[in-house]
């Protein structure tokens, strides 16, 4: 009897690659985004001139402000690291069972 392994293995062979992809773009933005956001920051003496300069209830406004955008950037690497890890396990096993199937084979 001959079974044919040729479909499933590229299926999880793209299925690893895509996945591997598809997290290294994530990272990517993330990091692009937390990236600008620092640039954006304004130093503490920058803030606190400005501040002099404004009514003290608009102190408050200028103060550099992000952490929302800041945490859901982080979380996405984290996430994304993670994608990272389970799609490189795929081709991990993918590999594994090519080099079986080869021993096998022999």
């Known amino acids: ?24 773009d994530g990272i ?5 985004s937390l990236a600008q956001q620092q640039a954006q920051l304004r130093t503490p003496e920058d803030v606190l001139t ?7 209830g608009m102190a408050g406004k200028m ?7 800041m945490t859901s950037d982080l979380v996405g690497l984290s996430l994304n690291l993670r ?7 795929v081709l ?4 594994d069972t090519i080099g079986t199937l080869i021993d096998e084979k022999a």
């Open 63 to 69: 103060l550099p402000s992000g952490g929302d955008n």
């Open 92 to 95: 991990e096993v993918v590999k």
């Open 83 to 89: 994608n990272a890890q389970a799609s490189t396990k």
């Open 28 to 32: 990517t933005q993330h990091s692009i």
């Open 50 to 56: 400005d501040a002099a300069r404004q009514q003290l």
């Open 1 to 24: 009897m001959s079974v044919q392994f040729d479909g499933n293995i590229n299926s999880a062979l793209m299925s690893g690659m895509l996945g591997v992809q598809k997290a290294s």
